[in-house]
């Protein structure tokens, strides 16, 4: 019995479907930032608008085929379903990592100053690695952590955030809370950026740490 058309269609668009999706998931799962997810995102959509085009001219020719052509020996099946996903993980990949470009995790690179002890006005801070550095965005998490067991200096305690590029300071952005994250702009650093974070807390006894949790550059 001749299977329907879109029942042999199905064994290269569904591996291709099921293998992006898997790639995307994984991408998502990583932790990206800012356009890494529409990107992912957008990437499982094409792909999708892709096989129903493809599909769609299927059913057009199947449609106008008429005349009866000699039986060819088929393929195996293996082959309709290997390939389209192979295909699909490899060229997800490589738009991955030639055009969108993966998020940097740099957390361990960032080394702070005058981070240690810190009390009410005073400034630490930290140069972004990087000459310059390799994305647009750097999403960095500043948390503090009481030099003290006893008091509240941490709740209280808030965080100004200036990003310097090549030695420009861009706006403050004020008020930030420890463990909040903060995203700066890095467009159009051409040598080196460095975040100064100034500390206020009302009570002039506290004495805190400053420390980074996470720091990702990203697109």
């Known amino acids: 019995m001749k299977r329907p058309w879109w029942v042999v269609q199905l064994f290269w668009a569904a591996p291709l479907l099921v293998g992006v999706s898997c790639f995307v998931i994984w991408l998502l799962l990583l932790g ?5 997810i529409a990107d992912a995102v957008s990437l499982l959509v094409g792909t999708a608008s892709l096989v129903v085009t493809v ?26 379903a290997a390939v389209p996903a192979v295909l699909g993980v490899l060229g997800g990949l490589g738009f991955w990592l030639v055009v969108v470009k993966p ?27 990087g000459s310059p550095p390799e994305r647009r965005y750097l999403f960095v998490t500043p948390t503090l952590v009481n030099h003290a067991k006893v008091g509240d200096c941490v709740g209280s305690a808030r965080m100004t955030v200036t990003l310097v590029r090549d030695g420009r300071e861009d706006e403050p952005i004020a008020d930030r809370l420890s463990g909040h994250e903060v995203r700066l702009d890095l467009r159009g650093t051409t040598r080196e950026a460095r975040v100064l974070i100034e500390l206020s807390m009302p009570d002039e006894t506290c004495r805190v740490d400053l420390g980074v949790t996470e720091a990702v550059l990203y697109n």
């Open 32 to 36: 990206n930032k800012g356009e890494g």
């Open 55 to 80: 599909l769609g001219f299927q059913h057009s020719g199947a449609a106008r085929t008429t005349a009866v052509k000699p039986a060819r020996r088929p393929l195996p099946r293996w082959v309709f």
């Open 103 to 129: 998020d940097v995790p740099v957390t361990d690179l960032v080394e702070l100053s005058n981070a240690e002890e810190m009390a009410d006005g005073e400034h630490a801070g930290f140069r972004v690695p």
